[in-house]
């Protein structure tokens, strides 16, 4: 970075470093120049005279300095001040704007304005007043943090300046650590009246250079280290004043014409403020120029002269006609003001500036100034800080804004201005109660622009506002928009990234040439910042629809793929190339208007993790609890590809945040309505692709939301079907060996009377929306019908239907189809099986053939034969998806890849046992294949309440231990090494160096040390040699008795690392897994119980090997007489257009009520009380400062009318003993009362 913005500088900024001509100066005696440098500092060229220096008188700038490249740029660091680095750089008055601000927003990270407060005045050694004081700090500083505003200051540590960098101060100390909003101060100070200067100086760049401040308790030319940055303008003047005046306007007028927001998305201007304070005459020239520019100004009344003199213009002088808001042109001559009001600004100038008003010329030029300002007093507004106080400042500089606004602007609505610098300050308080406080009827395209800037720039308390206030969200949001604000996102996003992938891919196959600008250009460009795509070359809803499949998976169908004309089941490939003729085309989809305007928004949110946004649309949004956990989904998905680690919490916390909130949703369903929240649970939305909750709470790992009471509910009555829940097991299990008993009472089934009473019941107990208890029938009628033909192969109106068969035939079914019954059946056969497969491994395992296999063997091979063909079932032909992403998703199932596992073991073994000469590793692969067969138990056991958490814990313990072997294997193999080069000091034999470095020291953990190898004490005599060769042939090499001493101490240091150190580290990790896992082992267990039951419900009733006869039924059923399956679905129901409307209504009511109960709670608690009473505080301090300001007014009235009555008084007496007027009556009688210390006079008129 460093070198970026070396080159940068390098290259672009010069400063005046050299004054070429030499202009005495007359007040020095031709000892100094007129640019403040001595005659010796200036060089021989400057000092001749060459007939020209008798004609110039005026030190110009431009004309008498030379330029060259910068030799100051780069970081400052204040020694001594202890805060971070501020950026600095020389440059010359005349260099452009536009490369300043650039350095500044790009180079130097400052983040874009959304206001900039110039604060002009108050320079050198003036002494400040103390309320000016107080509204910097109080007023400005806090209304810039507020608005997230820039600061122009003078940025040395003198005057006005030094109380800016004080407040600033200040406000850092006082503000939360976690403020995202910072002050940030820019000092425009001139470079040849900077102290220590020449610290600064460094051809390279300085990073940092290091400034040293002198008495830093009074007033200085030394910069101030409270400003984050500084632009040193240098003019050639040496301890001039006044050099950056014009630089400083050139950036003002510059910035002005800026948009506000992220890559200038907003619907404003920066806009631009002048602050004066105090002023000296020279300010009157530097305001005209402004305000010719049409800037407006902030005057602080009573501050100084300069401000002091524009504030009785404004307000003692009459109205005159005023001057066009353009400056006039060259050669035309303005209409002037009258003689009289000129004589009146003379004498105010001159009162004000009593010592440059001595001579006639600058005085003319001064009220020329003063007549030229108040031809434009709209754009000033004046500040009276003393009685107004400096609570609503931000208020004031918004009301100043507007006002210039309409100045400049005569088409302009006040109020449409005022909203959207509201907007861009990010002021909602301000809105609500200058705006939005009934007083103004606003119109959706009054507000259209505002809104597409809240929502670009993460306002969404403003969002709120606009769509209570008038904004129709159907209107506004069309496809064409929803494309913009794609394009709208941040490139540093993670979703930004995504989107370019897709955008890349759709680019390379429709041959586009690239983007010299860059990866980003596509979705940054200026024409589809606010209209939507010009070309294919740009983002559509297409690369939207491929993310959201990224990140949602098959849970759901494609989104967007209506408006794109594309079929759900359309190859990518023919997708992209519909896409790409489809934007080279008219494009009519893009005025269409989106169907789902809320959910989409969400979903926009969601995926640039806009936490308060995306709740706001969750809560405009239907479908509660399903949009719930497809936010949680999508944000768990990006946390896993996020690389920065706290963008990755904060996905996770927020995906967290939803999952509750769909809990809680879920919750207050649950205890209106048992059978309606049922329904919500497995009913197909249309607007997340005939997705439910329940496949999109599984997707997103949503294990809270599974252990809610609800959940489960409805999972036990699917898995027990229509047999009574408290069933014991040892009843299904006789049940199953002996199935007459299906027809006695041993187990109890529900009859078609029962259920009946139980749905009546239930509709009676559920309150309806409307009081029609019609329409919740259908509903819960809907609810039974889908449940009870999802536990049926047939459709309940079919002729083969439950109440249309016999009693023999219905109980058989009602038994045999049963999840339950099926997972009990297979738990029976799979023990047989490997009972069997034991049997035939241990006894029955014959020779190769002829000689085998056996007969048990066959049945054996058949067994596993049936495995495979259901494995086969639930890869291929399970889930509505294609085929290779039901493959990807059988294979993500850590079970399935067990079974693979061991169906591939078993075909290797049934191979190789055939052969005589792979007989015995045949065999032993069989062996191995047992051990995984045998492993499969553990997922059958997952239903168990008790040992489901167990299996989870165990699973967690292995990953503990491959950390704990890696730190073995570490200390085990140096160990190992060492051992074996001390004791032995040849032995090449490869098989002898493994056991003894891994194997041997692996077993001394278990306490297996043969002491006898080891020690020198304990040495046996054994047949050894030292002779290279016969070790080589095969002999036993002899023990090195050389450091055996070092042995042993290895040995000890040894077994005390692993049996102490490692062991224990071990069983730390071990005991952390459980208890972690043991506090939350119901919700673990749920979940699992989940994936289980769906499981068990998709297969066939009969296990293997019966179950072949299933799969001979199913393959008949389905693709030879056509019958569609309803198990398929998978809990899924798809309720029609007015069910579906009243379940949603329904579900909004239940939302509103749990959203209105934690508002209320939220309301109550303790932070809300005490933050309510301390705005109640601060209103009764402020109407007590008020009652001051009143009583201080009182008295000063009290004064004046004392002084009246005294001057009366005189003059009454003064005419009673004048004989020039003759009353034609008595004077009036005095009568004095005293109420307290005070009297009162009482003056009565007698006729």
């Known amino acids: 970075m460093y070198r970026n913005i070396l080159t940068y500088s390098d290259n672009l900024f010069n400063h005046s470093a050299l004054c070429t001509t030499f202009v005495e100066d007359s007040f020095s005696n031709g000892g100094y120049c007129q640019c403040g440098g001595v005659r010796d500092a200036h060089d021989s060229v400057a000092t001749v005279d060459f007939f020209g220096a008798a004609i110039v008188t005026q030190w110009d700038s431009r004309q008498h300095s030379s330029e060259s490249p910068t030799d100051a740029f780069g970081e400052l660091e204040f020694t001594g001040a202890g805060r971070r680095h501020s950026n600095f750089l020389r440059l010359s008055c005349d260099t452009p704007p536009q490369i300043v601000y650039t350095l500044m927003t790009a180079h130097w990270n400052l983040p874009s304005p959304n206001l900039v407060v110039s604060v002009v005045g108050g320079e ?3 002494k400040i007043k103390t309320w000016v004081r107080d509204v910097l700090r109080n007023g400005l500083v806090r209304a810039a943090q507020s608005t997230g505003a820039w600061i122009l200051t003078g940025g040395l540590r003198e005057g006005v300046a030094r109380c800016v960098g004080e407040a600033v101060r200040d406000h850092g100390a006082a503000a939360p650590a976690l403020c995202h909003k910072k002050v940030i101060a820019v000092g425009l100070a001139p470079w040849g009246l900077v102290h220590n200067r020449q610290q600064l100086v460094n051809a390279k760049g300085s990073f940092p250079a290091r400034y040293y401040v002198q008495n830093t308790s009074r007033d200085s030319c030394c910069l101030d280290n409270n400003c984050q ?14 050099g950056e005046t014009a630089f400083r306007a050139s950036l003002e007028d510059y910035i002005s014409h800026q948009r506000t927001g992220i890559w200038g998305s907003g619907s404003i201007e920066i806009p631009v403020l002048c602050m004066l304070i105090s002023g000296d005459a020279s300010m009157l020239e530097r305001l005209d120029a402004s305000l010719r520019k049409a800037t407006p100004w902030l005057v602080l009344a009573g501050s100084g002269p300069a401000a002091d003199l524009i504030n009785e213009l404004l307000v003692d002088l009459p109205s005159v006609p005023l001057s066009p808001a353009s400056p006039p042109v060259e050669g035309e001559a303005a209409e002037g003001p009258s003689p009289e009001l000129r004589d009146r600004v003379r004498e105010k100038v001159r009162r004000q500036f009593p010592s440059e008003a001595k001579a006639e010329a600058e005085l003319d030029r001064l009220v020329d100034s003063a007549l030229s300002i108040y031809q434009n007093r709209e754009l000033i507004t004046v500040f009276h800080g003393e009685q107004e106080g400096s609570d609503d400042f931000d208020t004031v500089l918004l009301k100043a804004l507007v006002r210039a606004s309409k100045r400049v602007s005569s088409e302009a609505s006040e109020c449409t201005e005022e909203l959207k610098l509201a907007v861009a300050w990010n002021r909602v308080d301000i809105a609500k109660t200058e705006l939005f406080n009934g007083d103004i009827q606003w119109k959706y395209d009054d507000l259209e622009d505002s809104m597409t800037d809240a929502l670009v720039n993460d306002k969404p308390q403003f969002v709120r506002l606009f769509c209570e206030n008038g904004l129709n969200i159907l209107d506004y949001l069309t496809y064409q928009r929803l494309e913009s604000l794609y394009r709208s996102l941040a ?40 209209t939507g795509p010009a070309s294919a070359t740009e983002l559509s809803l297409y690369e939207v629809s491929r993310l959201l499949w990224d990140l949602l998976g098959d849970v759901c169908q494609p989104f967007y793929y209506g408006p794109l004309e594309l079929k759900p089941k359309t190859s990518t490939r023919k997708a992209l190339k519909h896409v790409n003729k489809l934007l080279l085309g008219e494009c009519r989809y893009q005025n269409q208007r989106c169907s789902s305007p809320w959910e989409a928004l969400f979903i926009w949110a969601v995926l640039q993790n806009r936490s308060e946004m995306a709740v706001y649309f969750w809560e405009m949004a239907g479908e509660s609890v399903l949009s719930a956990l497809g936010g949680c989904k999508m944000l768990r998905e990006l946390s896993k590809l996020e690389s920065e680690t706290e963008n990755k919490l904060a996905m996770k916390e927020l995906a967290q945040k939803f999952e509750n909130l769909a809990q809680d949703v879920f919750g207050e369903c649950y205890q209106n309505s048992e059978s309606r929240s049922f329904t919500l649970l497995i009913r197909k939305s249309p607007v997340w692709g005939g997705a439910t909750c329940l496949q999109m709470a599984t997707a997103a790992d949503a294990r809270l939301f599974f252990s809610h009471d609800g959940v489960q509910s409805l999972l036990s009555q699917i898995w027990w079907g229509d047999m009574d829940r408290s069933t014991e097991v040892w009843k299904l299990v006789l049940t199953f060996f002996l199935p007459p008993l299906l027809y006695t009472n041993l187990i109890s089934f529900r009859s078609g009377e029962q259920e009946e009473e139980v749905k009546s019941v239930g509709i009676r107990d559920t309150d309806s929306l409307d009081g029609n208890d019609v329409l919740t029938l259908l509903i819960m009628l809907e609810f039974i019908t889908a449940v009870y033909s999802i536990l049926r192969p047939f459709p309940p109106g079919s002729a083969s239907s439950t109440s249309k068969r016999s009693f023999t035939v219905s109980r058989w079914r009602q038994f045999w189809f049963a999840p339950v019954t099926s997972f009990l059946g297979n738990v029976l056969m799979y023990f047989l099986f490997l009972c069997l497969f034991a049997y035939v491994l241990l006894v029955d395992f014959k020779p190769p053939p002829p000689d085998g296999p056996a007969t048990l063997e066959f049945v054996l091979y058949f067994w596993v034969f049936t495995l495979v063909c259901e494995e086969i079932r639930q890869s291929f032909f399970v889930g509505s998806t294609f085929v290779l992403q039901r493959i990807r998703n059988y294979i993500q199932d850590v079970w399935n890849k067990c079974d693979l596992t061991a169906i591939a073991l078993f075909i290797l073994a049934l191979c190789c046992r055939m052969f005589p000469w792979s007989y015995d590793f045949g065999r032993a692969v069989m062996a191995i294949d047992y051990m995984v067969f045998t ?27 491959f950390f704990f072997l890696f730190f073995l294997a570490v200390w085990l193999m140096a160990y190992g090494v060492a051992n074996q080069a001390l004791l032995y000091s040849y032995d090449p034999r490869p098989n002898w160096i493994f056991r003894r470095v891994f194997y041997r020291p692996y077993l001394h953990i278990f306490g297996q040390i043969p002491i006898n190898e080891m020690d020198a004490d304990k040495w046996e005599e054994v047949n050894c040699t030292n002779n290279a060769a016969e070790i080589e042939a095969g002999a036993e090499p002899c023990l090195s008795t050389y450091a055996n001493w070092l042995v042993v101490i290895l040995l000890v240091i040894y077994l005390l690392f692993t049996n102490i150190v490692l062991v224990n580290l071990l069983i730390a990790m071990f005991s952390y897994t459980f208890s972690k896992v043991q506090e939350r082992s119901d919700t673990y267990w749920k979940f699992q119980r989940y994936n289980l039951i769906v499981e068990y419900h998709s297969r066939p009733c009969l296990a293997p090997p019966f179950i072949i006869i299933s799969h001979l039924h199913l393959f008949i059923k389905r693709y030879i007489r056509g019958i569609t399956s309803v198990k398929v679905k998978h809990f899924a129901l798809e309720l029609r257009s007015r069910k579906a409307s009243r379940l949603n209504t329904w579900e909004a009511i239940q939302k509103e009520n749990l959203l209105s109960a934690q508002n209320k709670k939220q309301r109550e608690s303790d932070t809300a009380r005490l933050r309510h009473t301390s705005v109640k505080v601060d209103s009764v301090l402020k109407q007590m400062a008020e009652i001051r300001d009143h009583d201080r007014r009182m008295r000063l009235l009290e004064t004046e009318m004392e002084y009246c009555c005294s001057a009366l008084s005189w003059m009454a007496d003064a005419l009673s003993q004048s004989s020039l007027i003759k009353a034609g009556r008595p004077p009036p009688q005095l009568r004095g009362k005293t109420i307290g210390p005070q009297p009162v006079l009482l003056f009565q008129l007698n006729d």
């Open 124 to 126: 050198g050694h003036e």
């Open 229 to 242: 940055a500084f632009l040193l303008v240098d003019d050639g003047s040496i301890g001039r004043r006044g």
């Open 491 to 530: 490139d540093s996003s993670l979703a930004y990234i995504l989107l370019q992938r897709r955008l890349n891919e759709r680019q390379n196959l429709a041959g586009s040439p690239p983007n010299p600008d860059g990866p980003g250009s596509p979705l940054k460009s200026p024409l589809s910042a606010l």
């Open 935 to 961: 492993l499969r138990l553990i997922h059958i056991f997952a239903i168990h309440k008790q040992l489901g958490p167990k299996i989870i814990i165990v699973g967690k313990m292995v990953k503990d231990v």
